[in-house]
């Protein structure tokens, strides 16, 4: 599951307090930019104790599988070479959700090799694991990771804006916030639709306060992307947010049509009894 998606059912419980654990940035006033940086000092981390603690929650044949893969790795008589093996680490914990040490091995594939599909691989196993990192270490290096490996297919293919996203809302939560909303910001002047870039300024406009910039955001994107269930509810938060209370109600009643997810639909419920 997504953060995106994640978030959605907890900002209906904790009424979006701390949402994203972004820092506070003003996003999107006219001809004026301001950001609140936070400190991201510690970025070290070692993938080899994550892939240790990792290792701990195979199953007998997931272990046996990781060790049969290492001992022709360190074997080096494998009738797969070397990138081979590690694609294959990579893939086993890619599919047990342990994003970082999927990144970790795809990252060493790419390394040796300069494949970029691997390196495309290691990014977005870094992004999902930075997605989900609450300890401020982790956040800092899983996005440094991320922005590694996303960069390399980038300079290859500038035209990959869905990359380009993820890369912008690692720098969001660094302690240069402004890179990444320039980032965002150039993304919908190539593409004023991008959907991912207009759910991430309306999330952040959010996070700043910003709730009627925020309304127009996921005004546009609901537009463009009606299916987008994120940007329904976020809408109507945002309304929610901005004391447009009969805006708010019926954006929530409509979003209860969309989905039967029983802690979406009791989110939505505790902000209809809130107005």
């Given amino acids: ?85 590690l694609d294959s680490l990579g893939s086993i914990y ?70 380009k996203t993820k890369v912008a809302m690692t720098y969001v939560s660094s302690s240069n916030p402004m890179q990444g909303i320039t980032m965002l910001r150039e993304i919908l002047e190539q593409d004023p639709q991008n959907e991912d870039a207009l759910f991430n300024m309306g999330i952040l406009a959010i996070q700043s306060g910003q709730y009627k910039r925020a309304a127009e955001r996921f005004e546009e994107l609901i537009q463009y992307h009606p299916q987008n269930l994120q940007g329904q509810f976020y809408l109507g938060v945002s309304y929610f947010e901005a004391n447009q209370k009969n805006k708010a109600k019926a954006q929530f009643e409509a979003v209860k049509e969309m989905t039967g997810d029983e802690m979406i639909l009791s989110s939505i419920q505790g902000y209809l009894d809130r107005l």
């Fill in 94 to 163: 890619q599919e047990l959700g342990k994003f970082d040490s999927a990144g970790y091995y795809f990252g060493l594939a790419a390394d040796e090799s300069n494949n970029l599909v691997l390196a495309e691989k290691a990014g977005e196993s870094y992004y999902e694991a930075f997605t989900f990192a609450l300890d401020a270490n982790k956040v800092a290096f899983t996005a440094e990771q991320t922005r590694k490996y996303l960069t390399q297919v980038l300079e290859n293919d500038p035209t990959r804006l869905d990359l």
């Fill in 1 to 85: 599951m997504k953060k995106t998606q994640l978030i959605l059912i907890v900002v209906g419980i904790i009424a979006i307090a701390g949402l994203y654990a972004l820092p506070s940035v003003v996003v999107d006033n006219e001809g004026e930019v301001d950001a609140i940086s936070q400190d991201n000092a510690g970025a070290e981390s070692s993938d080899s104790n994550s892939v240790a603690m990792h290792e701990a929650e195979l199953t007998p044949d997931q272990e046996a599988a990781v060790a049969s893969l290492k001992g022709r790795l360190d074997n080096g008589d494998s009738d797969l070479n070397t990138e081979s093996l």
